[in-house]
């Protein structure tokens, strides 16, 4: 809608002014409620060419607007800003024309997006589940706009922490298995780590009291070097170690696909650290020769970054074992060479900037010019009403545990609205599986990545707030009255001669506007403002369906409009919904 009037706005400007004007200057914003009007233009950028004042330069180009077409029914101007009221039969045309299609950018990009990338030595978490329905519904939004885009995964499993949980199976397993133990793979694992924590907080505890720093008594925990030791017999290639390896992350990744199923996550591609470390410890080699890099007299390789205003960074530990930016290096390299992508997209949390800003200059100094096309979505992180979770001290909410709490609080809360009494258990069943995920991943996407968020499950599933659920049933509401419509006979007609109320006509302005809501979320990056634009429609509808009646309307044009209304509303709810990785239940 706003191209259009940007349109005749700037053919208006032309013929008053023998002057085509900066399409990008046009600034089209929705008129406010405290004055009359459907879309406002600031016209203060173009008096510089109208050489006119304000008003006058407002006044001419909307009289101009008005006569040029039956587009617009008038006007008013307020110092330099000119409100544009739409026609009734624009706002029949809108409607009619109106649909959930959304048009490809001009220059459509081939993006990589990496999300998820889990460790192999616990499960996933709550501040996984954001890293996974942000990615996934980044992914989706690319698409709709028209972009190439692939979903790959870059699982840790390799490196320190993933020796710890495999020392703590060695030494207090007893031979536990997922099979023997009816513990899922990946919790199993992760339990292993924290027993680790547990047994070397121990240790460090008696090197204190004995008489060492905290620090001097990490260096001197035997566990910590049975734990380096193990990461080098890793790397050699020692068959115990890699064959216990391989038993315990096979535990892992059975436990990760089922939780990834529940989710709706998949991936086109999968990168294993312990694939790409190599590919990583080349491009240090690459490095070292062009002397970009520095081995030190301990062994270690390292880049000074201090003259870029960043600290000196290790490339490979002392002992040649390889850290988390080597595998980095080696996979952008990789899959650089693999897509020739326009673009590389990494969500990751806000606590790895640092992370992304040394990877992407080490690559530029090497000499990889392509690492400008290396993005950072970096989120903030998630907590709890109980405050943050820590990893090694099992404080953290498991994915799995989450999404069944919100199934559990999704069926209590439906139960006690009532809202379900009338539907099969089997029915009832696959809708309460429905609200708790369109719960947990609207609650979740609602927030700007960058902005940290504090997630309570009960508050994510209100039937009224700004929830999931609440666009959901809104959406079931909307089906309701168009199946009750369909059964008593009632066929959308003519209805031309409907003048439709303000809120119809805020209505039809609303959707009209949703690819452009769509696109400004992946210019953007930002589920978050797809998300509220949807709220904001289900308001919108909700505050309609209790102006005016639809089925039992009595004048065949008005009901006829509204049909077709409710029939559009739903659709872009459904679109929108599904990019969220949402479904949008028919009855509720």
């Not at 006979?489 to 805020?506: C, I």
């Not at 769509?518 to 953007?524: D, G, N, P, Q, T």
Request: proline share 3%; glycine share 8%.
């Amino acid at each position: 809608m706003t191209g259009k009037i940007a349109e005749l706005f700037c053919n208006a400007f032309q013929e008053l002014y023998q002057s085509t004007p900066d399409r990008k200057e046009v600034t089209i914003q929705k008129t406010r409620s405290e004055f009359q009007g459907d879309y406002t233009i600031n016209v203060f950028p173009f008096l510089k060419i109208s050489k006119k004042k304000p008003e006058e330069t407002a006044r001419e180009i909307g009289e101009r607007m008005l006569a040029a077409s039956g587009f617009f029914s008038g006007f008013g101007v307020i110092k330099g800003f000119l409100n544009l009221t739409l026609s009734d039969e624009t706002c029949h045309q809108m409607l009619q024309e109106m649909n959930a299609a959304v048009p490809d950018v001009s220059a459509p990009r081939r993006v990589v997006v990496e999300f998820s990338s889990p460790n192999t030595n616990k499960p996933l978490h709550l501040g996984h589940v954001r890293n996974n329905l942000l990615g996934n519904s980044i992914c989706e939004i690319l698409k709709a706009v028209g972009h190439e885009v692939i979903k790959v995964n870059l699982v840790n499993d390799r490196g320190i922490h993933i020796c710890k949980s495999m020392l703590a199976w060695q030494k207090w397993g007893n031979g536990i298995t997922p099979e023997s133990s009816g513990i899922k793979g990946d919790r199993l694992v992760g339990d292993m780590y924290v027993r680790f924590s547990q047994e070397m907080k121990k240790e460090v505890d008696t090197l204190i009291a004995g008489g060492l720093s905290a620090e001097d008594a990490e260096k001197k925990s035997e566990l910590m070097a049975e734990v380096r030791k193990m990461l080098q017999d890793w790397e050699a290639g020692n068959t115990e170690v890699r064959k216990l390896w391989a038993m315990m992350n096979g535990w892992v990744y059975e436990g990760f696909d089922v939780t990834y199923r529940q989710l709706g996550i998949h991936f086109d591609k999968t990168y294993y650290e312990s694939e790409t470390y190599l590919s990583g410890k080349e491009i240090v080699q690459m490095g070292l020769q062009k002397g970009v890099f520095v081995k030190h007299d301990d062994g270690s390789v390292r880049i000074d970054l201090t003259a870029d205003g960043l600290d000196e960074k290790v490339l490979l530990r002392s002992d040649g074992t390889s850290v988390y930016i080597t595998q980095d290096l080696g996979t952008a390299v990789m899959r650089q060479k693999e897509y020739n992508a326009d673009e590389m997209v990494y969500v990751v949390g806000n606590e790895q900037n640092y992370h992304f800003q040394v990877l992407k200059l080490v690559l530029k100094k090497i000499g990889f010019e392509w690492a400008d096309k290396l993005y950072h979505l970096s989120y903030g992180m998630v907590e709890l009403p109980e405050g943050k979770m820590k990893s090694r001290e099992g404080t953290v909410v498991d994915a799995d545990d989450l999404m069944k709490e919100m199934l559990d609080t999704a069926r209590q809360v439906s139960e006690e609205s009532g809202k379900l009494q009338e539907l099969s258990e089997e029915e009832k069943a696959k809708i309460y599986d429905q609200i708790a995920k369109g719960a947990l991943k609207y609650f979740i996407l609602k927030v700007e990545p960058k902005k940290g968020m504090l997630f309570n499950p009960r508050e994510s599933i209100d039937f009224e707030g700004n929830t999931g659920p609440f666009l959901q049933y809104t959406h079931a509401r909307i089906c309701s009255v168009l199946r009750k419509a369909s059964q008593a006979g009632m066929v959308a007609g003519d209805f031309k001669n409907y003048l439709p109320s303000a809120t119809e006509r805020e209505i039809i302005k609303h959707l009209s506007s949703y690819s452009e809501q769509v696109h400004l979320s992946a210019h953007e990056m930002n589920p978050g403002n797809l998300a509220n634009y949807l709220f904001a429609l289900a308001k919108l509808y909700n505050q309609f369906y209790h102006e005016h009646p639809v089925i039992r309307e009595e004048k065949e044009d008005a009901r006829s409009f509204r049909m077709i209304l409710s029939r559009k509303a739903a659709e872009i709810l459904r679109s929108g919904m599904k990019l969220l990785g949402m479904e949008a239940p028919e009855r509720m």
